[in-house]
């Protein structure tokens, strides 16, 4: 059986058009776009389809509309999150997050919501391998760039690892982040591994990241081990899929030879 395309609809491709002019700076970062009605006029489509395609723009994060303002473009660039190299790299601040963005020449700042002592959630305190109601370690941060909040981070560590670093307990940690203070009192974190899940945000992460309820997040469940493969930390990131580009490389393993 022949199959017949589907004509691409209009709202998408006046969005397509619009994205274009995005990125060749006719409609530069920070900037306002023409309003509904003077896209509908230049384009020759109706303000509806003009609406409908400023909502693909929305939700793929090109565009804020702000109720008394207007439509405004993006104004910061896709920030990368390189797995490997972000934590080689933590020595040149106070922690991986704030090297990836001062690295696109922003200003980084992270707010705190809360240090101290908690129940870990279950599945924290499984990965963790956690005893009965022992406590964990909470520090709750929200990183931004230039003051848009970028991601959200849970950081969780065992108490009895962590009583007696006070560093640990405040909001500056010091060169090199908590990493560092953990290697600090004896446990350098040698081994990491993450689990990366798309959804969309609750509304609680909408409203701290500024999200629109259409745009997904990634979650990352970052792991770091001992060198005995003790897991010493989960932290969960919360991160605006539109802003973040995730790489990962590695090398090749040898495959085991045939037995002789």
Known sequence: M??????????????????HRIEQGIYPPGSHLPSEDQLAQELGVSRVTINRAVGVLRSAGDVRVRRGTGTIVRSIPRIRRDAAARYAARELGTGAGEVEITRLNMRSRTDYGEIGQTTPPADVARTLRMRGNEPALVRRRRFYADDHPTQLADSYYPWSLVEDCPQLHQADTGRGGSLARLTDIGYPPLRYSEDIDVR???????????????QPVFQIWHVAYTHDDRPIEVCIHVMPGHLWSLHYEWD???TAGPPS
């Open 200 to 214: 969309m945000p609750t509304p609680e992460e909408q409203h701290r990241l500024d999200l629109d309820a259409t």
């Open 2 to 19: 022949t199959e017949i395309a589907t004509p691409r609809s209009q709202y998408v491709q006046i969005a397509d058009i619009i994205r």
């Open 252 to 254: 090749e393993q040898p």
